[in-house]
């Protein structure tokens, strides 16, 4: 018990893309709940946007925009909870965002199998995030899914504001036939009781091992090759009534294959940092603060999903820009 009381709780959050970890992430950076955070923010992509759409505050947050975190991260995840002990004091937790794309297997194995990861940290609770309107089909074709819900302690069913409560009743059935341990709790816009999130000692290593035997050493897994990310900036200003109308028509045309678009976006004669968020064809944004006065006011925009034009998604994003005069 005094070993485990020293060790620092880390809390892994996955959730496939779209399913609303950033606004999770978001809910248990802003609310006072008396804990300090050292957050670990990983994205699948060319451009890192997720460290713009986490919301300002005094936590560390480490932004690991190279790749999957459970593929080419391993490594550089030792080496950040390596380099996060250093700094002990500063911080009650370790919360660690994981790529929409991301096997968490990998990233549970890491408390395990590196000697000093397994002294100094131990993992508390892979918290899941599922996105009810689109769970049927996630399940369908993207057997990332599957394992973030298999793999699971304690799972949101997101979004319930889109779905009716036999459709909520018969979502549940299926996570339970995947998933018959974790503790499930519906919410809209993450809306989950910190409490029932954080220091709940709840991941079971030996309910993993009875799954999958082979847990410590199995070192293979992959991700669904027919998705790609592709990113994309634009030096001028954004005119948002472009923006509207091409974005609109793309998702209602292209939405099935977009799985998810993200960006940061400088509207024209606008001083504050806008933030574009869609999955499939539903899209919200809305303003998140002024840009830092040393920051480039470039827009960042980033789809994820199948079937990607690059050259055709490059035109159309860059013809959103204002004309150079009036830029």
Not at 18 to 47: D, Q
Not at 117 to 125: F, G, N
Not at 212 to 232: C, G, R, T, Y
Request: proline share 3%; with cysteine.
């Amino acid at each position: 018990m005094a070993e485990t009381s020293q060790q620092v709780p880390v809390t892994v959050l996955t959730g496939y893309l779209g399913a609303g970890k950033t606004t999770l992430l978001n809910r248990i950076l802003s609310e006072n709940h008396g804990k300090r955070y050292a957050v670990v923010v990983n994205e699948f992509g060319e451009l890192g946007v997720d460290n713009d759409l986490v919301v300002d505050t005094d936590e560390e947050v480490f932004e690991m925009n190279n790749g999957c975190i459970c593929c080419t991260v391993r490594g550089d995840l030792i080496r950040i909870l390596g380099g996060l002990m250093k700094r002990r004091d500063k911080f009650d937790g370790i919360l660690i965002e994981t790529t929409g794309l991301a096997d968490p297997a990998p990233v549970a194995q890491t408390f395990f199998v590196d000697e000093l990861v397994r002294e100094k940290t131990r993992l508390d609770a892979i918290v899941t995030v599922v996105d009810a309107k689109n769970l049927t089909a996630r399940l369908a074709d993207s057997p990332e899914a599957s394992e973030q819900i298999a793999f699971a302690d304690v799972i949101i069913l997101n979004k319930m504001d889109l779905v009716s409560d036999a459709e909520a009743a018969a979502l549940e059935a299926r996570i339970r036939q995947i998933n018959r341990f974790a503790r499930i709790h519906r919410a809209t816009r993450a809306g989950v009781a910190i409490a029932d999130l954080l220091d709940q000692g709840a991941f079971d290593l030996n309910r993993v091992l009875e799954r999958q035997p082979d847990f410590l050493e199995d070192d293979s897994h992959s991700h669904n090759e027919d998705v790609a990310s592709m990113s994309f900036e634009a030096e001028r200003p954004i005119d948002p009534e472009k923006f509207n109308a091409w974005i609109s028509a793309l998702l209602a045309a292209q939405g099935q294959d977009i799985l998810r678009t993200k960006g940061i976006l400088h509207y024209a004669g606008e001083a504050r940092r806008f933030a574009f968020q869609a999955v499939h064809m539903m899209a919200d944004g809305d303003f998140i603060g002024p840009w830092p006065a040393d920051a480039k006011r470039a827009s960042k925009l980033v789809f994820i999903g199948r079937n990607l034009n690059r050259p055709q998604l490059r035109r159309g994003f860059l013809a959103c820009q204002v004309e150079p005069a009036a830029a």
